[in-house]
């Protein structure tokens, strides 16, 4: 089996060893592996993933945001059409999909064959029995063989943590790496500042650190000095915009808005929901930008 080591990237990824060296330390393993990694959204799972191993993937597949199994079913034939299937039809259902995945990874050459499935909560549509055909494939077709490498990852970490490293059925205790990444230290933060070429100074890097932490500081921080370039454009950005970029649903959000302005009195609405009824009284630092139609922070 060929030996698979870390290559030269030059800067492309920014900290990061020890998850690499974990994901290749599976690869290189004698057997098949799972591995499954987690964390918050943005955070660059998929790209440590593609970045670790080239872009050379014998499968790969991401999952549809809000979308039915039928969706969900035609998207997945196109990753097998788009990893070398010839002939393939439109699944019937999950265990139907990953049976040709099965015959997909049997027409490749001999070698590890990493499979990697990103987003993998969105695949799993109500009543759609996505979970016990992925627990089929794993225990019926992938541990029986010594040369599949499955990477599942995916932001919503609470669905991985409850179906998949929780599970009682055919995937308790199958994971065999479990991976997730934390936000940047201060160190990778000015990393990143310098590889990006984003002219921020220690302070600043600091201050943005210790409002927001991590690697989505300095994107935000770097979005508004753009923005901010042309006042237009930010007047133009939309509330909805800006909530799906943080993983939240703009109607949810209006809707408790909408609530919290219905209560005419002050009493039993907490310190937070008080932000939102008197905005006189939001501290200095979490207001927007003279001219911004963004909601405060």
């Excluded at 990778?188 to 991590?214: D, F, H, P, T």
């Excluded at 907490?270 to 501290?283: A, D, F, T, V």
Aim: charged share 25%.
């Amino acid at each position: 089996m060929r030996h698979i080591s870390l290559y030269n990237k030059g800067d492309m990824i920014i900290g990061r060893k020890e998850e690499q060296q974990e994901l290749l330390r599976a690869c290189n393993s004698e057997y098949s592996e799972f591995v499954a990694v987690t964390g918050r959204r943005r955070i660059g799972k998929t790209f440590l993933i593609r970045e670790t191993f080239g872009y050379k993937f014998a499968f790969q597949h991401s999952g549809l945001a809000n979308q039915n199994t039928r969706a969900q079913l035609k998207e997945f034939r196109q990753s097998l059409l788009r990893s070398g299937m010839k002939k393939c039809r439109v699944p019937v259902d999950w265990s139907d999909a990953f049976f040709l995945l099965s015959q997909l990874l049997d027409q490749q050459e001999s070698g590890k064959k990493v499979v990697f499935i990103d987003e993998l909560p969105w695949m799993d549509a109500p009543r759609s029995n996505f979970v016990s055909a992925i627990e089929h494939f794993w225990n019926g077709y992938a541990s029986a063989r010594k040369d599949i490498l499955l990477i599942i990852c995916g932001s919503a970490t609470s669905w991985i943590i409850n179906n998949v490293f929780k599970n009682h059925g055919g995937l308790h205790n199958r994971v065999t790496y479990r991976i997730n990444l934390a936000p940047f230290t201060l160190l990778e933060c000015e990393q990143y500042a310098k590889s990006r070429c984003l002219g921020i100074n220690r302070y600043g890097i600091l201050e943005c650190y210790m409002v927001m932490g991590g690697q989505v500081a300095l994107r935000i921080q770097r979005a508004l000095r753009l923005a901010l370039q042309e006042s237009a454009a930010l007047r133009q950005c939309s509330c909805n915009t800006w909530y799906k970029a943080c993983g939240h649903d703009a109607r949810r959000a209006d809707k408790r808005r909408q609530h919290h302005k219905q209560r005419t009195s002050y009493k039993g609405v907490g310190r937070l929901g008080s932000l939102w009824i008197y905005p006189k009284i939001q501290p200095r630092w979490c207001r927007h930008p003279q001219g911004c139609s963004l909601p405060a922070c």
